[in-house]
């Protein structure tokens, strides 16, 4: 909102002061491109952000893209589980393919399976954030105890 707000009043305020079309086209044009820098840019975030959860916390996406959005992941994906109890016979090792990570699972999928990603990273959040404090506590913990 902020980017198309902005971008339409300078071009607005330009197209009034240089042009002599007035204020309006040029606003409206401004808040268009403003509103799609915007969007692309919140995309980027959102996308960087999924693939970096996929890549750290691949277990909690899982869950979140399961739990919330009935997408379950192929047995073949690595999430950091134990692979030994994945494969349990040679047939089955031979019929599957070879293991991807969570990240590269999630970019083959295209569009769909990206927005999926990302719908998830969102909804666990606040998860991975209190992951993160603890594991920051954890540190400063053992900062104390050097002391």
């Not at 750290?56 to 899982?62: E, F, H, K, S």
């Not at 016979?89 to 990603?117: C, F, H, T, Y």
Request: hydrophobic residues 40%.
């Amino acid at each position: 909102l902020f980017s198309s707000m902005t971008l339409g009043l300078v071009a607005g305020q330009t197209g009034a002061t240089f042009l002599s079309c007035g204020p309006l086209v040029p606003f409206m044009a401004g808040s268009w491109l403003g509103y799609t820098w915007g969007c692309v840019g919140f995309w980027r975030q959102s996308k960087n952000k999924a693939i970096n959860y996929a890549r750290r916390y691949p277990r909690i996406l899982c869950h979140s893209l399961l739990a919330d959005f009935d997408i379950e992941v192929p047995a073949h994906v690595n999430t950091g589980g134990s692979l030994e109890e994945e494969m349990t016979d040679d047939s089955n090792a031979k019929s599957m393919p070879e293991n991807i990570s969570l990240e590269q699972w999630i970019l083959d999928g295209g569009v769909g399976r990206l927005s999926s990603a990302i719908l998830a990273a969102q909804s666990c959040h606040e998860d991975i954030i209190e992951l993160q404090k603890n594991e920051r506590q954890k540190l400063v913990d053992a900062y104390s105890e050097r002391d």
